[in-house]
């Protein structure tokens, strides 16, 4: 991925907080001989002792699952809104346009879950997404026997130890204070995805252009 600094979050609360909000994660990984396989799953994020855990489960017997069984390392990347910039919103159009987005990749190994384990997963999972409503008739004990007993075998569980974490947001922070205000204002103007990044570029103005400072353009690639 680009490793600019000024493309880098300094907060890693706020690299946490990105993949809580975006957790519909692609996982790929691949066979010894190199085949390689992907999937897209909801992951859940756990620290212990100061380490960073993802946790998440998928179906039994697919490409997935015998990947990770013969090769456990993965990668697991977090997206979030993404959007087209032209290169005519800046104060010099006259170099290629780009691509705004947020995305962080975990890298590790895939432990797979115990039977125990799994039912544990599927609580904190099936009560995370139904906004801590222990009432509803999708958290995880108050599904029907008949069914547990069906789907439960047809899953596998895994965690992954956060060995590597790496991210990019890049949100025009090498662009000068007038061109990344242009683009804020014609990424609300189209709405979507570009007014979602707009609010993360709007986020972080106040930072980028703080009272009195002094644009210097030799410190970005264009």
């Known amino acids: 991925m680009y490793n600019f600094s000024y493309f880098k979050e300094k907060d890693r609360q706020t ?14 990984g691949s066979f010894l001989s190199g085949k390689q396989v ?10 212990r002792n100061g380490e960073l855990f993802l946790q998440g489960h998928f179906m039994r ?6 990947a990770f069984v013969e090769n456990p390392n993965g990668l697991l990347v977090f997206t979030g809104p993404s959007c087209y910039v032209s290169a ?6 006259h170099i290629g346009s ?17 039977d125990d384990e799994l039912i544990c997963f599927m609580r904190k999972l099936t009560l995370k997404f139904e906004n801590g409503n222990t009432e509803s008739l999708t958290f995880y004990n108050n599904l029907p026997e008949q069914f547990l007993s069906k789907m439960m075998p047809a899953i596998v569980g895994f965690e992954m130890k956060a060995e590597k974490l790496e991210h990019v947001f890049k949100l025009s ?15 609300e103007e189209q ?4 007014a979602l990044i707009a609010r993360e570029m709007r986020k ?10 002094e644009w210097d353009s030799s410190k970005f690639d264009s």
């Open 191 to 194: 709405g979507g995805t570009g």
């Open 38 to 47: 992907a999937t897209q799953i909801p992951v859940l994020l756990e620290e």
């Open 204 to 213: 972080r103005k106040e930072e980028l252009f703080p009272d009195g400072f």
């Open 88 to 93: 005519s919103w800046y104060s010099n159009p």
């Open 98 to 114: 780009t691509w705004n987005y947020m995305s962080v990749h975990i890298a590790g190994p895939l432990n797979f879950m115990t």
């Open 173 to 187: 922070q090498n662009r000068d204070e007038k061109s990344y205000l242009t683009i804020i204002s014609k990424l």
């Open 15 to 28: 690299i946490l907080d990105f993949m809580e909000e975006n957790p519909f994660a692609f996982l790929t």
């Open 61 to 66: 017997n697919t490409d997935h699952h015998k």
